[in-house]
T-cell receptor, first 112, second 116 residues
């Protein structure tokens, strides 16, 4: 069965510093990969997605992610974090069964 | 354009009672998904409805059930509530012609169920 691992439960970065959130997946075929963000008290918003093609994907709010098949990873990056980026981030894998399987999430804290 | 709307925002029940949660998808979307987000457990897939039919179900007991109405809105029912059912229940919608993988789910803000 497919699974998604986000090894970091919490991450704290300084405002203006770079960010990388890790995501590893387990899936037999080429996966559909997603990153969602959830601000407190709100639903999930899609940041970016990868289906095929260029393995470096650009998303909203200055985020990007890189698909590395050899490492089964889809890490999320941002070159300079803003205080408003503090939220919980979820990596997800989609497949033909038409459901998304989510990781446990990484809570990002931004310190000034 | 209105997004996915869920009601109620908060719901408090006691053990053994029943809870009903509602979801209105984005106009034009025929698929509705339900997820449970319990503290420390991430998002767990519950149910997927499309065109009024249940298409897929997660690993939850039968007391979790739902339906989709002709206008594509959906209802999630949880019977015989247990303390561990306390969670944020998220609804998402998508447009899936031919039941193809949707590519993106649009989420509502959730209904927080507390079971005492």
């Amino acid at each position: 069965a497919q699974s998604v691992t986000q090894p970091d439960i919490h991450i704290t970065v300084s405002e203006g510093a770079s960010l990388e959130l890790r995501c590893n997946y387990s899936y037999g075929a080429t996966p559909y990969l997603f990153w969602y963000v959830q601000s407190p008290g709100q639903g999930l918003q899609l940041l970016l997605k990868y289906f095929s093609g260029d393995t470096l994907v650009q998303g909203i709010k200055g985020f990007e992610a890189e698909f590395k098949r050899s490492q089964s990873s889809f890490n999320l990056r941002k070159p300079s974090v803003h205080w408003s980026d503090a939220a919980e981030y979820f990596c997800a894998v989609g497949h033909g069964g038409n459901k998304l399987v989510f990781g446990a999430g990484t809570i990002l804290r931004v310190k000034s | 354009e209105a997004g996915v709307t869920q009601s109620p925002t908060h719901l408090i029940k006691t053990r053994g009672q029943q809870a009903t949660l509602r979801c209105s998808p984005i106009s034009g979307h025929t698929s509705v998904y339900w997820y449970q987000q319990a503290l420390g457990l991430g998002l767990q897939f519950l149910l997927w409805y499309d065109e009024g039919e249940e298409r897929n179900r997660g690993n939850f007991p039968p007391r979790f059930s739902g339906r989709q109405f002709p206008n594509y809105s959906s209802e999630l029912n949880v019977n015989a509530l247990e303390l561990e059912d306390s969670a944020l229940y998220l609804c998402a919608s998508a447009n899936q012609p031919g039941l193809a993988f949707p590519g993106e789910l649009f989420f509502g803000e959730g209904s927080r169920l507390t079971v005492l």
